[in-house]
């Protein structure tokens, strides 16, 4: 593949870890760093591609010359994602997506009381974006998942790809320390909807992306 291998599609990237809101100070989040996902927007620019980038917030900066949606809860990240899906060659979902949000948001700010020594939090599932996206993708589409997970990594990640009708999954072992989360280095499975696994070498996000990049590049061009 050619470096200019996305000349002329548009990508979507999400990236960063959403936030769900309790009150107007609290929320709950979790370790994502956005690092994966906005090293795909490069690399996916890199390779001649329009990106969009749908972020929640995060402390880095995005490459020039990619539009940012920036975004804070998932519902925001459903939004932002199934407007503008209809318009794009590829999606890739490299978001931490929140599993639960608040049931209900306090409109102030949550105080303690002298007679109750614990908080209950009433949460519900959020909407799962790929799954929603699944159900609208033209067969010209090409969309990416992240599988993070802690146990039973490949069995998972299989059972994601089919069930997101996904094109690939990049797969990572989030209980390791040396890699994934907020670290500069993964190491992640690409599993395609063949069920083809490559393993990618333990290297920088950046490499990494380049990779993935390239392979969705692959996949779009036999669209
Ligand atoms: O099912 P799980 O959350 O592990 O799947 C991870 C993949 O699904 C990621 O690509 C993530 O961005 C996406 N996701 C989503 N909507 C959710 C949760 C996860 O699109 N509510």
């Given at each position: 593949l050619g470096q200019q291998s996305l000349q002329g599609k548009s990508v979507i990237v999400t990236a960063g870890g959403t936030r769900e809101r309790l009150d107007p100070v609290r929320f709950l989040t979790n370790d994502s760093s956005?690092?994966?996902?906005?090293?795909v927007a490069e690399a996916a620019?890199?390779?001649?591609?329009t990106v969009t980038l749908i972020t929640a917030p995060t402390r880095l900066t995005p490459p020039a010359g990619v539009t940012v949606v920036p975004i804070q809860s998932t519902s925001d990240l459903a939004q932002a994602v199934l407007d503008r899906f209809p318009q794009a060659d590829a999606?890739?979902?490299?978001?931490?997506?929140?599993?639960?949000?608040?049931?209900?948001?306090?409109?102030?700010?949550?105080?303690?009381?002298?007679d109750n020594d614990g908080l209950i939090l009433k949460l519900?599932?959020?909407?799962?974006i790929l799954a929603e996206v699944a159900k609208i993708k033209q067969p010209h589409q090409v969309t990416v998942?992240?599988?993070?997970?802690?146990?039973?990594?490949?069995?998972?990640?299989?059972?994601?790809?089919?069930?997101?009708s996904l094109d690939l999954l990049a797969a990572n072992d989030v209980s390791r320390t040396d890699i994934g989360f907020n670290s500069d280095d993964n190491q992640v499975t690409l599993i395609d909807a063949n069920g083809e696994q490559t393993q990618t070498p333990k290297t920088?996000?950046?490499?990494?992306?380049?990779?993935?990049?390239?392979?969705?590049?692959?996949?779009?061009?036999?669209?």
């Open positions: 956005g690092k994966m996902g906005y090293a620019q890199q390779a001649g591609a999606l890739v979902m490299a978001a931490a997506v929140a599993d639960f949000q608040p049931l209900d948001v306090a409109d102030q700010k949550i105080k303690k009381s002298a519900r599932k959020t909407p799962d998942g992240f599988a993070a997970e802690t146990q039973n990594l490949l069995a998972n990640a299989q059972h994601k790809l089919h069930s997101k920088s996000k950046i490499q990494i992306a380049t990779l993935l990049v390239d392979q969705l590049a692959k996949i779009l061009a036999t669209k």
